[in-house]
Nanobody, 111 residues
Framework: QVQLVESGGGLVQPGGSLRLSCAAS????????MAWYRQAPGKQRELVAT???????NYADSVKGRFTISRDNAKNTLYLQMNSLKSEDTAVYYC?????WGQGTQVTVSS
């Protein structure tokens, strides 16, 4: 069964950092574009960042310069390094690729 499993979420103070991981169960993800989305309470799910199989990246304006998406194709793993976190980054973060979604990991930025 194809799965995407996120980890690394938690509670962090404003200005802090977190690193999210998304482990894929199938090597097909190593040749696919992968993405991070997030959904805050009462809001629609929004695209945070994407990365192609070759490593080309794109970011939402709201996270440019603070978040970095990366991948390790040998490990079928996607990452999201989040720095300078703000309260408005609070959301459930989801990994997505090839039509599949992970279960999400909660990120809460609060003092």
């Amino acid at each position: 069964q194809v799965q995407l499993v996120e980890s690394g979420g938690g509670l962090v103070q404003p200005g802090g950092s977190l690193r999210l991981s998304c482990a894929a169960s199938d090597s097909i993800f190593s040749i696919a574009t992968m993405a991070w989305y997030r959904q805050a309470p009462g809001k629609q799910r929004e695209l945070v960042a994407t990365i192609t199989s070759r490593g080309s990246t794109n970011y939402a304006d709201s996270v440019k310069g603070r978040f970095t998406i990366s991948r390790d194709n040998a490990k079928n793993t996607l990452y999201l390094q989040m720095n300078s976190l703000k309260s408005e980054d609070t959301a459930v973060y989801y990994c997505h690729s090839v039509g599949y979604w992970g279960q999400g990991t909660q990120v809460t930025v609060s003092s």
